[in-house]
């Protein structure tokens, strides 16, 4: 089973930082519940089509040059976790923000996106 901090890794890098549709969505259904909740300031989405709709638009819109990169330590409670993240080119980051997840049975049920 991973750990917390190997899912906010899978989250924020293998999914969301992940410009391969299949090796995406092999990602998703590894890392995540089937019934996941992903709320950000534009809404909420559940079920793994819908955060994979979201991770797409998000990741294929931006310029080759934009990538995800974690900017912290990792916050760890039992069923709990966040990670600070920079969006953008390497050393030049456009958007910073926080995931914030719980996990159910060894995945991720909830994800939480904050934006700065």
Known sequence: MPTITELLS???LEVFGNRDAGSRRAAIE???TEDVVFADPEG???GWDALEAKAAGLIDAAPAAFAFADAGPVYLGR???AL???FGPEGAPVARG???IEVRDGRIAALRTLLA
């Open 98 to 100: 926080i995931d914030v």
């Open 10 to 12: 899978a989250n924020l």
């Open 44 to 46: 909420e989405v559940t």
């Open 30 to 32: 590894r890392t995540y």
């Open 79 to 81: 069923d709990t976790g």
């Open 84 to 86: 600070a993240w920079t």
